[in-house]
T-cell receptor, first 111, second 117 residues
């Protein structure tokens, strides 16, 4: 079993829809949770960073962490074609950034 | 956010030659840099962690003599793929850790696509 599980997709939704991306993990000691967006042939870009449980909102993006269920989510509201990319979750035990990565979910927003 | 510059963005080389990839932190001093490899439709695979002024720490299964890492200054780390072969063809990405401040401290370069003929 992988430490972090993420459905690779692709996930295809119409423009304007609310998108829900998820990861599950097995190590209850993870404390820091991140979502990165990666366009094709580019390096990942940090979207959201959350410490421990709870929600965090930034514009159209909301990150949720449920440590009791070992489940994290990224919601994208009013999705745009420019949101089409691969979304990777990552997590770590502490802030020294030995990240454990999910496989990434390919998201396609149809105009 | 902070900027990490990675060059070249793509390189094609003949089998047996060596290729050097540079990773620079442009507006912060990175005490730690990371090198990743990514195959198509797969996630990032950490190859090694480099700390300024010391030897890199390689992940299990990564050949240190093949993938030479140098982190001679706080703003520059290089990855040299020595005697490259077609199986080394991949997308290589560096990241740099900004030790100042809190929260979002890990920034990625734009990646290098290596094709070995």
């Amino acid at each position: 079993q992988k430490e972090v599980e993420q459905d690779p997709g692709p996930l295809s939704v119409p423009e304007g829809a609310i998108v829900s991306l998820n990861c599950t993990y097995s190590n209850s000691a993870f404390q820091y949770f991140m979502w990165y967006r990666q366009y094709s042939r580019k390096g990942p870009e940090l979207l959201m960073y959350t410490y421990s449980s709870g929600n965090k909102e930034d514009g159209r993006f909301t990150a949720q962490v449920d440590k009791s269920s070992k489940y994290i989510s990224l919601f994208i509201r009013d999705s745009q074609p420019s949101d089409s990319a691969t979304y990777l979750c990552a997590m770590t035990l502490d802030s020294n950034y030995q990240l454990i990565w999910g496989a990434g979910t390919k998201l396609i927003i149809k105009p | 956010g902070a900027v990490v510059s990675q060059h070249p963005s793509w390189v094609i080389c003949k089998s047996g030659t060596s290729v050097k990839i540079e990773c620079r932190s442009l507006d912060f001093q990175a005490t730690t840099m990371f090198w990743y490899r990514q195959f198509p439709k797969q996630s990032l695979m950490l190859m090694a962690t480099s700390n300024e002024g010391s030897k890199a720490t390689y992940e299990q299964g990564v050949e240190k003599d093949k993938f030479l890492i140098n982190h001679a200054s706080l703003t520059l780390s290089t990855l040299t793929v020595t005697s490259a072969h077609p199986e080394d063809s991949s997308f290589y990405i560096c990241s740099a850790r900004d030790p100042v401040g809190a929260g979002e401290k890990l920034f990625f370069g734009s990646g290098t696509q290596l094709s070995v003929l």
